[in-house]
């Protein structure tokens, strides 16, 4: 699925990262 979300939406690598890596990008941004 996070193949998919990142070939769909290459335009957004933002949006894309983040959901990859959720756990990572949560503890950064909290």
């Known amino acids: 699925m996070t193949k998919t979300t990142s070939e ?3 335009s957004n690598p933002k ?5 990859r890596s ?3 990008y949560g ?3 909290k």
């Open 27 to 29: 503890d950064k941004k």
């Open 8 to 10: 769909q939406a290459p």
């Open 22 to 24: 959720g756990s990572k």
């Open 15 to 19: 949006v894309v990262r983040p959901v």
